[in-house]
Antibody, heavy 126, light 107 residues
Framework: EVQLVQSGAEVKKPGESLKISCKAS????????IGWVRQMPGKGLEWMAI????????????RYSPSFQGQVTVSVDKSNDTAYLQWSSLKASDTGMYYC???????????????WGQGTLVTVSS | DIQMTQSPSSVAASVGDRVTITCRAS??????VAWYQQTPGKAPKLLIY???SLHTGVPSRFSGSGSGTQYTLTISGLQPEDFATYYC?????????FGQGTKVEIK
């Protein structure tokens, strides 16, 4: 059974750093892109970034949507089948629910996210 | 970037009704559109991928169609558990983009 289990809710102050996790199981972690999606309170879904763990020991392929480029960093730990999303300096506007998801692959194409984590609520407030 | 304009933003319907939701893309492409259902407090669920393929375990009352710049999700015979918000997603080219969402409410 495919499962993605995300780390728990966080309450942080502006300027603090944060790293949230997404632990995958039930499929080949290195063979599927992982996507990160933001949902601000009462709003719609926004695609933030995508990362391909791959089979190479050292490297991975990461891409960022323009609105999130330079604002967040995605990474993976292939030894632990875990993906991460991190901020170096949080803002109040980063408050929201963050979802990770395994992408569905059709050949070499990505067809969207087929399995989602439960979400991590991040609250940034002074 | 490809923008996805979703309509309507909300629709009121009754159990048994047929509901159609549309996403219009800012430029033409083929195939890589997905549709999701989200209920309050829950993660989205995949319904349709590749514009018209039904995801595993999704009831057959959900169907997708379209090509070029217009894609449609149809719910034939609305059930009580279908009252939710629906989103389209284009995964044709990065950055992937979602539509703004359609809330299906009880009439």
């Amino acid at each position: 059974e495919v499962q993605l289990v995300q780390s728990g809710a966080e309450v942080k102050k502006p300027g603090e750093s944060l790293k949230i996790s997404c632990k995958a199981s039930g499929y080949s972690f290195t063979s599927h892109w992982i996507g990160w999606v933001r949902q601000m309170p009462g709003k719609g879904l926004e695609w933030m970034a995508i990362i391909y763990p791959g089979d190479s020991d050292a490297s991975f392929d990461a891409r960022y949507s323009p609105s999130f480029q330079g604002q967040v960093t995605v990474s993976v730990d292939k030894s632990n089948d875990t993906a991460y999303l991190q901020w170096s300096s949080l803002k109040a506007s980063d408050t929201g629910m963050y979802y990770c998801g395994k992408t569905k692959t059709e050949g070499v194409a990505v067809a969207g996210i087929d399995y989602w984590g439960q979400g991590t609520l991040v609250t940034v407030s002074s | 970037d490809i923008q996805m304009t979703q309509s309507p933003s909300s629709v009121a319907a009754s159990v048994g009704d047929r509901v159609t939701i549309t996403c219009r893309a800012s430029r033409t492409f083929n195939t890589w559109v997905a549709w999701y259902q989200q209920t309050p407090g829950k993660a989205p669920k995949l319904l349709i991928y590749a514009a018209s393929s039904l995801h595993t375990g999704v009831p057959s009352r959900f169907s997708g169609s379209g090509s070029g710049t217009q894609y449609t999700l149809t719910i034939s015979g609305l059930q009580p558990e279908d009252f939710a918000t629906y989103y389209c997603l284009q995964a044709n080219s990065f950055p992937y983009t979602f539509g703004q969402g359609t809330k299906v409410e009880i009439k």
